[in-house]
């Protein structure tokens, strides 16, 4: 590919997301991640885009009306691509054909119902992005849960989908959150808190999907401690310390190498 002709489709590709960074960009166009330097290089220079350690910011939209721009939810899908998505095949290895599996909004429990697409299940989501991955799949039994769309990250929140989430039964609940710190978990939103604790009262087991950056994190809203989470997956990166912590609170490990 010719470099006008690639630097077009990065272009687009981080028009698009918000963000990502330069493992994501080279595996999208098939070359190296140095070649995606010199490219990021030249478009900083042109002031489309502002670079970041190992990453990337589109700004070049940014007298684009509000409507325009990328969710949060999109400029989130391009950090820690690859982590999230062993992360979301270690967790797909949880759900057998049939079950029935209720899966919270987020960007790595995105990639893990990614993972579940060829799978026979019922699956129920408050996510708008998830459900979309479904919409045509005659193998999955979709059930949204309704209610107030959260349009940062694209989720159904309020006492219609808690009302809902109430009036099911799943054998799993997969969720993420925005931060783990001191065995307390930690979300952006009030509301997607109030959400999530009913989730976690409708599952027989929890399964909280979380990468090891998010260790040490705090964020606006507790949301429990850690020993209510039955499996905890994250990667290879994760600290001894934190580690022992997880095990300590008498959840299941499992690590994404």
Same mark, same amino acid.
């Given at each position: ?44 220079? +042109?002031?489309?885009?502002?670079? =970041? ?29 690859? =982590? ?6 270690? +967790? ?166």
């Amino acid at each position: 590919m010719l470099i006008p002709a690639r630097q077009s489709r990065i272009k687009e590709l981080l028009a698009e997301r918000g963000m990502g960074d330069h493992e994501w960009l080279a595996a999208e166009l098939k070359v190296s991640p140095s070649t995606i330097r010199r490219d990021l290089e030249m478009l900083e220079q +042109a002031g489309l885009v502002q670079r =970041t350690h190992g990453g990337v910011i589109w700004v070049g939209d940014k007298d684009k009306p509000p409507g325009t721009r990328p969710y949060a939810f999109d400029q989130r899908m391009g950090y820690q691509i690859e =982590t999230k998505r062993k992360i979301a095949r270690v +967790a797909a290895n949880l759900v057998q054909a049939g079950d029935t599996v209720l899966v919270d909004g987020g960007t790595t429990t995105y990639y893990l119902a990614e993972e579940l697409a060829d799978r026979p299940m019922q699956l129920v989501t408050n996510s708008l992005p998830i459900s979309n991955l479904f919409i045509n799949n005659d193998q999955v039994e979709l059930i949204l849960t309704g209610g107030l769309l959260y349009p940062r990250y694209g989720v159904l929140l309020g006492p219609m989908a808690e009302s809902l989430i109430t009036s099911i039964h799943t054998r799993t609940l997969f969720m993420s959150v925005a931060g783990v710190h001191q065995g307390t978990l930690y979300n952006q939103n009030m509301l997607l808190v109030q959400a999530e604790r009913k989730m976690m009262q409708q599952a027989q087991q929890v399964v909280l999907l979380v990468d090891s950056s998010k260790f040490g994190q705090q964020a606006l809203c507790q949301l429990c401690q850690m020993s209510e989470m039955d499996i905890v997956v994250t990667d290879s990166d994760l600290s001894d310390e934190d580690r022992n912590k997880i095990e300590a609170a008498g959840c299941k490990l499992l690590v994404a190498e």
